[in-house]
């Protein structure tokens, strides 16, 4: 694309501004900020005002297996888990590509100390716990690791300076996600320096399709993987195929599962896995009507009890039907990081713009059967997003402390 076109692709759209240091940059610069316009896609600013959740179908329950079936079917099901995991067929991925904008580190969020009296990483706990596994299996499962282009060689440089905290150096992958535009709230692009638009992970649902774009299907296929359990960076207490979850989602013979626990009340503000148009999919909180929240199951039991903790065990084979351009995107407001007009970099500690994101909850819309597997909140669910409060730092020690592990 030359300069001329480049201009005039961002002045249809009404973003000449892009090229306001235009004459003040290197060649190489110049060249740069030719292709980022070349490559982006600048339709997601259209969609600002178009809510993700428009045009929802009609929710049914989806029940959840619950803990009481779990335990008393425990050793079938860890027995089927832990014979798949040995025969290969299960790998773990990370999604790593997140910004972490709430717990406000520059840092990627992994590399965060949670330690009190020692250093705990983040990444250090998730990768403690996949190991968990791998010991108690003698098998060292696929582990790849989503990160963005934002926090791609902090992440790797940082494991790589760990030792990849005792995981082993040649069975992970890490790949990097692919970005999207970000802008203020008048959908004006933001500029995150004198050469280079501002832009921000896609979302976490583009893990999919960026890893085959980095060409690591084949792995999935030559390694004769068939399960891949995706989860959330933030969530250090999370078990990681862990067997019985494995076990169960293959002998359900569905085309995922999901790892979700009980609701603390019925107005919880988490997204509720249900039907919607007889399919698998998450419902959320201030999507559910009155109505919705005081319905009761079979046993008396609220029928839409089970939020996600984004671990879902997903069928390979059943991927390649899932297609990006049928996933909704989320127009998200974020923090997002720009210069000024004087060309000075500004940091903002409140949302200042849009962020446009795919999410994987929306994935699971596009299979046809789910299992929602129950686990122990207080053992399994301490996601990390803020500083204090809730879902933090101070809450998530809390739960590590109760659950054993020194600070
Ligand atoms: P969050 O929804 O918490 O987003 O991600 P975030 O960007 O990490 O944090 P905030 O909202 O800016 O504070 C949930 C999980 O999805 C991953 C994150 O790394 C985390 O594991 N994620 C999110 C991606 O991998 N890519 C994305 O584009 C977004």
């Known amino acids: 694309m030359t300069y001329e076109e480049a201009r005039a692709k961002m002045s249809a759209i009404g973003q000449e501004h892009v090229f306001k240091y235009y004459d003040e940059l290197s060649d190489t610069q110049k060249a740069a900020l030719i292709h980022q316009v070349e490559e982006t896609d600048f339709a997601v600013l259209s969609r600002i005002g178009s809510g993700a959740s428009d045009n929802r179908g009609v929710f049914s329950p989806l029940a959840a297996m619950q803990r009481s079936e779990i335990e008393a079917r425990e050793q079938e099901l860890h027995d089927a888990g832990v014979k798949a995991i040995k025969e290969g067929k299960t790998a773990a991925l990370l999604l790593a590509g997140g910004m972490g904008t709430r717990l406000g580190s520059d840092n990627p969020k992994g590399m965060f100390d949670i330690g009190l009296t020692k250093p705990v990483y983040i990444f250090e706990r998730i990768i403690s716990n996949l190991l968990d596994v791998v010991k108690e299996t003698d098998t060292w499962i696929r582990l790849f690791i989503m990160t963005s282009?934002?926090?791609?060689?902090?992440?790797?440089?940082?494991?790589?300076?760990?030792?990849?905290?005792?995981?082993?150096?040649?069975?992970?992958?890490?790949?990097?996600?692919?970005?999207?535009?970000?802008?203020?709230?008048?959908?004006?692009?933001?500029?995150?320096?004198?050469?280079?638009?501002?832009?921000?992970?896609?979302?976490?649902?583009?893990?999919?399709?960026?890893?085959?774009?980095?060409?690591?299907?084949?792995?999935?296929?030559?390694?004769?993987?068939?399960?891949?359990?995706?989860?959330?960076?933030?969530?250090?207490?999370?078990?990681?195929?862990?067997?019985?979850?494995?076990?169960?989602?293959?002998?359900?013979?569905?085309?995922?599962?999901?790892?979700?626990?009980?609701k603390a009340a019925p107005d919880e503000k988490v997204g509720v896995m249900c039907l919607e148009d007889g399919r698998p999919s998450i419902v959320e909180y201030y999507e559910l009507s009155e109505e919705m929240m005081n319905a009761k199951d079979a046993n008396g039991d609220p029928a839409y009890n089970y939020g996600v903790i984004l671990n879902y065990l997903f069928r390979v084979r059943e991927l390649s039907a899932v297609a990006d351009d049928k996933m909704p995107l989320h127009v998200v407001k974020k923090k997002i990081p720009y210069i000024d007009e004087n060309g000075a970099l500004v940091k903002p500690t409140e949302p200042n713009g849009y962020k446009f994101e795919q999410l994987v909850l929306d994935m699971i819309h596009q299979l046809s059967t789910c299992l929602p597997y129950e686990v122990v909140r207080e053992k399994e669910f301490a996601p990390i997003k803020n500083p204090t409060g809730i879902d933090s730092v101070e809450s998530a020690r809390e739960l590590l402390k109760k659950n054993g592990v020194e600070l």
């Open 149 to 262: 282009e934002k926090n791609h060689d902090a992440t790797v440089k940082f494991l790589k300076e760990k030792n990849f905290f005792g995981y082993k150096e040649d069975r992970i992958v890490f790949f990097k996600q692919d970005m999207a535009p970000a802008c203020d709230y008048s959908g004006k692009l933001y500029m995150e320096s004198k050469d280079r638009i501002s832009t921000s992970p896609n979302g976490n649902a583009g893990w999919y399709s960026s890893m085959c774009r980095a060409g690591l299907d084949k792995i999935l296929t030559n390694e004769g993987i068939e399960w891949i359990d995706i989860f959330a960076v933030d969530n250090v207490l999370q078990r990681i195929c862990d067997p019985c979850f494995v076990g169960a989602t293959i002998l359900a013979d569905v085309s995922v599962g999901a790892k979700v626990v009980r």
